[in-house]
């Protein structure tokens, strides 16, 4: 059966070659250079029967989509072998699936992400992790993680998504206007979840929104607002534009069955891309495409999506050290680099703020402008970074919190929480202004020449003895500067209420952690006892910090006072207490104390995790 469909397919190709407009495949050889029949050796006379059979296939399959109508599907004979393949190539032209990469952009692309010697371990890695949502309900808001290395995607658009629940949830409801959705006001300052603490309330529609939103935003924000790439795979997408009958879930991992990416040349084979000018057209195209990103795939063709949006070329430039991969080994955990991308648009490598000059015009590339979501980190309590104002005070009350070797999230349902008083602002002008002329990465000195741009930026006066003193070794350290402003006249940001009460803040904070945990507060009862749960992890954290103008035996007094827990607003002024319990301690609250200094944090049931 087989040789007499073969028979006949070459009888027909036969035919139509010599019609009068035959086909023009895309061969090595024009066909004025074909060898006669007569002169062939049987070798070549197979190989051009191949070639004839080809080029009238492709001509039959593009008489054949032009006539029948779109929602057409091919038969089951018609999908075997070598033409089931290239016919559902052309389907995917006809259905706009996108570009392919060349083989050069296919190779920079792999070699930027993974680089040469990129181990099958972490492919897989980075091949098996979706952008879904947990099923569970108590952290049904957040995407749940499952494997190690692309957390650093996952948490950062966890972040968006948390910005759009639950400070924008009126907007889910409604398109993309003509500009990204960053660009819109400030005017929800607080959540409406903030009385009931309910994050199960969240329908699936307003989530799958919030997600998509999130998606176009950060990809605009890679593009510089102009543009947004969106990759998907040319094996799937197809069979979810047309689906109707099957689940588009149940369709996406059919086709994924088998797939493996291990080199450049199978990311080209998949990868099909498309630029979009228009935010209202990326988001129906990322609405379309979301089946795809929930699936196995999703956080790679996302991180590439961004990638693309921010181009090759300007990912490399951003960087401080493009030779080494985006994915860092042996763990292949999302590089800072990643993570600054989706957060400010540019993969800079550091986490001050601006730029640093090294000389001889060497820069070292921190985050350029204020952020919509944050970013804290535990390093910095440990003195290896510094942690711009860009990064620790973005537009929202959200924050990724990276440790040494996983990425989660920290926010609060009241913007109050960074709210500050006449001294707290007046010195994070200060700040600014003196960090802005740090040249040591966030070390806390800057150079003699620039402390006296600091004092005309600010409007300071010193007396002439301080500022000798000041000036005296050479360079100033923040710490002595901020301390002779404290001593001085308090119209200059001096101590202006000796009893230490002004300032202090109790509110309450939210850490997720997207990956599986062990949770025993919500163990289900066994026959041999109680078995913990393993799910993402929700921990509501209660965060007393003091005022900033008060010594730090200060803090061996600071507590909650009793009975406000969970009852006193965020960011109003309390009356210090006697501690009725020490402090809890964890490595999220280090991070928490890089934002504000010395806060004390308390939470029920298991400390919060960042790994």
Not at 272 to 299: C, H, N, W, Y
Not at 530 to 535: A, D, N, T
Request: charged share 25%; net charge negative.
């Amino acid at each position: 059966m087989a040789d007499q469909q073969e028979d006949e397919d070459l009888r027909m190709a036969l035919r139509m070659s010599m019609q009068n407009s035959p086909p023009e495949p895309k061969r090595s050889k024009p066909r004025e250079a074909a060898i006669s029949p007569a002169k062939t050796t049987p070798e070549e006379s197979r190989r051009l029967q191949r070639e004839l059979m080809a080029a009238a296939a492709e001509k039959r399959m593009l008489a054949a989509a032009k006539s029948a109508p779109s929602s057409s599907s091919p038969s089951k004979n018609e999908k075997s072998g070598d033409l089931g393949i290239k016919e559902a190539e052309m389907k995917a032209k006809e259905v706009n699936l996108g570009n392919e990469l060349s083989e050069k952009e296919a190779y920079n692309l792999f070699s930027m992400v993974f680089g040469s010697g990129v181990s099958k371990g972490i492919l897989a890695q980075w091949s098996n992790q979706g952008i879904r949502f947990s099923p569970d309900p108590e952290t049904s808001m957040g995407l749940v993680q499952h494997e190690g290395g692309p957390c650093g995607v996952l948490a950062t658009i966890q972040a968006f998504v948390l910005k759009h629940l639950l400070f924008f949830p009126d907007e889910l409801g409604k398109l993309a206007a003509n500009m990204p959705q960053n660009l819109s006001s400030r005017r929800s300052l607080k959540s409406q979840y903030v009385a009931s603490n309910n994050f199960s309330a969240f329908t699936e529609d307003a989530k799958a929104r919030a997600l998509v939103k999130s998606m176009s935003e950060i990809l605009f924000l890679c593009g510089n607002y102009k543009r947004a790439v969106i990759a998907t795979l040319s094996v799937v997408s197809d069979g979810i534009e047309g689906s109707e009958g099957s689940p588009k879930d149940v369709i996406v991992a059919q086709a994924l069955e088998g797939l493996s990416i291990e080199s450049a040349s199978d990311l080209q084979k998949i990868l099909r891309v498309d630029t979009f000018t228009s935010p209202t057209s990326a988001f129906k195209r990322l609405e379309a495409m979301i089946p795809i990103f929930q699936s196995r795939m999703g956080a790679l063709l996302f991180l590439i999506s961004a990638l693309l949006s921010r181009g090759l070329d300007c990912v490399q430039a951003d960087r401080d050290d493009p030779s080494l991969p985006l994915v860092t080994a042996p763990f292949g955990h999302a590089s800072q680099e990643i993570v600054n991308l989706l957060l400010c648009g540019q993969a800079v490598p550091n986490v001050f703020d601006g730029r640093m000059d090294l000389g001889g015009g060497m820069f070292l590339k921190g985050i350029p402008t204020s952020v919509e979501v944050g970013f804290l980190t535990l390093l910095e309590s440990l003195n290896f970074c510094k942690v711009g104002q860009n990064l620790k005070c973005p537009k929202r009350p959200i924050w990724v919190v990276g440790s040494e070797s996983h990425y989660t999230d920290l926010f609060a349902l009241d913007a109050a929480v960074q709210d500050e008083n006449e001294l707290e602002e007046r010195e994070s002008q200060i700040r600014k202004a003196f960090d802005a002329h740090d040249q040591s990465g966030g070390g806390g000195f800057i150079s003699v020449e620039a402390f006296h741009l600091v004092l005309r930026e600010t409007s300071i006066r010193l007396p002439s003895d301080k500022l000798d003193s000041l000036c005296g070794s050479g360079f100033i350290v923040w710490s002595e500067f901020w301390q002779v402003i404290l001593d001085l006249d308090k119209n200059l940001g001096g101590l202006k209420d000796l009893t230490g009460q002004m300032g202090r803040k109790i509110f309450d904070l939210y850490h997720f952690n997207g990956i599986a945990k062990s949770d025993l507060n919500g163990s289900q009862a066994t026959a041999g006892g109680e078995s913990p749960v393993q799910r993402p992890r929700l921990t509501k954290l209660r965060v007393s910090v003091p005022p900033r103008w008060t010594p730090e035996e200060f803090m061996t007094d600071v507590a909650v006072p009793p009975g406000n827990a969970g009852s006193e607003p965020s960011g109003k002024d309390t009356e210090v207490a006697k501690p009725e319990q020490p402090p809890q301690h964890a490595s999220l609250a280090d991070c928490i104390r890089t934002r504000w200094p010395r806060a004390v944090c308390n939470w029920i049931g298991d400390p919060p995790s960042i790994v």
